[in-house]
């Protein structure tokens, strides 16, 4: 049982970078991998999704993709890409179960709002208790900041750590 007293973060991804994950599930098999690790690579204007078995992104266990293709890329092209991971500055990670999270607090969060545009949040997924919580900020928000922004309100969603199940959906003051 998780310490109540506790709020551990878990993981966190800008929504621009949400919203390249949300295309290439059109082609990675994340129903296939409840377990690892997303890696979204950004050179210049060229995106590519990768989907690792792990938290350790090995070529070998990992399949890519551009968002807007319509198959993964070549085992030659994601070993390339995975040998140079640490060379490229614009890189972000999220755990696949944390994806979960994001979709189910989104559709929460688009109940509210349908004119929601997630690339300008920043996302976060913490650890409350026993729930899971959703953060949607502000991206150019000052760290730390919460509330109430006027154009991009904050938005929480917690849910049952055991099921997923919503407990509570709000915006933050």
């Known amino acids: 049982m998780a310490d109540p007293s506790v709020i551990q973060a878990l993981d966190a991804i800008q929504g ?5 994950i949300q295309t ?18 950004r050179e210049g204007e060229a995106v590519t ?3 690792a078995e792990s938290d350790k992104v090995d070529a070998a266990k990992c399949v ?13 092209d994601v070993a390339a890409l995975v040998a140079r991971l640490d060379q490229i ?10 994806l979960l999270a994001i979709r189910i607090g989104q ?7 349908p004119n929601l545009d997630l690339k300008n949040f920043k996302i976060e997924v913490v650890r409350d208790g026993d729930a899971v919580v ?3 900020s502000d991206k150019d928000a000052p760290p730390g900041t ?9 938005f929480e969603v917690a849910l049952k750590s055991t099921d997923r199940s919503v407990i509570r959906a709000n915006y933050t003051r």
């Open 49 to 51: 999704v990768l989907l």
């Open 16 to 20: 621009e970078n949400y919203l390249s």
């Open 64 to 76: 890519g993709v551009k968002p807007g293709q319509k198959a993964e890329l070549p085992a030659k």
């Open 134 to 136: 959703v953060i949607f």
């Open 107 to 113: 559709a929460e969060y688009l109940k509210n709002d």
């Open 24 to 41: 290439a599930a059109a082609v990675l098999p994340f129903d296939r991998r409840p377990a690892g690790t997303v890696v979204v690579v």
């Open 146 to 154: 919460r509330g109430i922004n006027r154009q991009r309100p904050s």
């Open 89 to 98: 500055p614009t890189t972000e990670r999220i755990r696949v179960g944390s």
